[in-house]
């Protein structure tokens, strides 16, 4: 072999070899998400139950995606100009105001002139939404990037998620109402109806969307479709919900659980990746859908037959999206 060839074999050599690295640390950082995430999620929140500590602390179970997504993502790179001070400037306003959601959710004034009984120990829970939003602030390079995913002006898309379900479900609830057909009524007023948004929001959006969409789809989607990843972040997703299932005030039956976690949640995750990938893998546009999703049963009139037109929706993410190919664009983003 020519002197010529064994450099162009030692060229080829080397990327492949970088490759396949490349490879393996993003399944050990996948493994490594999952088992975080899990484990987080699973010691406090049985731990919150052992104790006894009330339905209010068990939101601490709830931050384990995010936390994972987090610790997973940290990287060596390092931003001097963002101060410790800076970030706890973010931190203790956004922190009131996960505590003040907590406290008017679970312990809401007895009627007029009543005061508001303050718990201190709900800023426990309260503390991990903040540090979360306040990551936009963070030293670390690939922290305060997943932040950024999160916390950024809204765009077109964060406003398409926020519209996704009043409009796809609302519409068909119009028509069955002229129609006289039955409609469920939720009994919340406009101010709960605000305060489940805003609880939603910090302590389910907000903790659960960095880790499965952020972190989880994000590196799925460099080795594999969006279909194909959409799955795989599935499965885990509905496996992670169930201790939360079960020691829900009213329990699942296998029943609901079959139809909430496997029937409904998977043209809904298809749905989340296609907000990913047109968002341009913003954060902020997935956590508004699953906050709006979470929300829209309880506070505004639906006809409950109008969530079938998620099947035919999902189906048109897939085509539109040729979610069963890599594109080139998913293939930029999730490597970015």
Known sequence: MSDKSCSVAGA?????????EQARSVRAGIALYLALAFAFTCVLLVGAIKLKLGEPYLNVGIAGPAVAAFFCSRSRSQQRNHSLLFRLLWFAPVLILCWAVLLLRYFPPGGAGTPLRLHPFLLIPAIFPAWILSGVFSPNDGVRQLAGRLVHAPRRWSLYALLFFPVLVGIPTIIASS?????????AAIAGAL?????????VGTLEEPGWRGFLLDRLQQKLSPLAASLLVWLPWAAWHAPLDYYRPVR??????????????IPITIILTWFYNRSRRSVQSTAL??????????????YQPAFAILFPFAIFAIVSGR????SSLTARAASA
């Open 12 to 20: 080829v050599a080397i990327p492949q070899a970088f490759v396949t």
């Open 179 to 187: 129609l006289h057909m039955p409609v469920l009524r939720p009994p």
């Open 195 to 203: 305060l489940f948004f805003l609880y939603n929001l910090l302590f």
């Open 252 to 265: 699942f039956t296998l029943i609901n659980y079959l139809l909430i976690r496997v029937i409904f949640l």
């Open 289 to 302: 859908f699953h906050v709006c999703m979470n929300t829209y049963p309880f506070v505004i009139p639906y």
């Open 323 to 326: 979610m069963w190919a890599r």
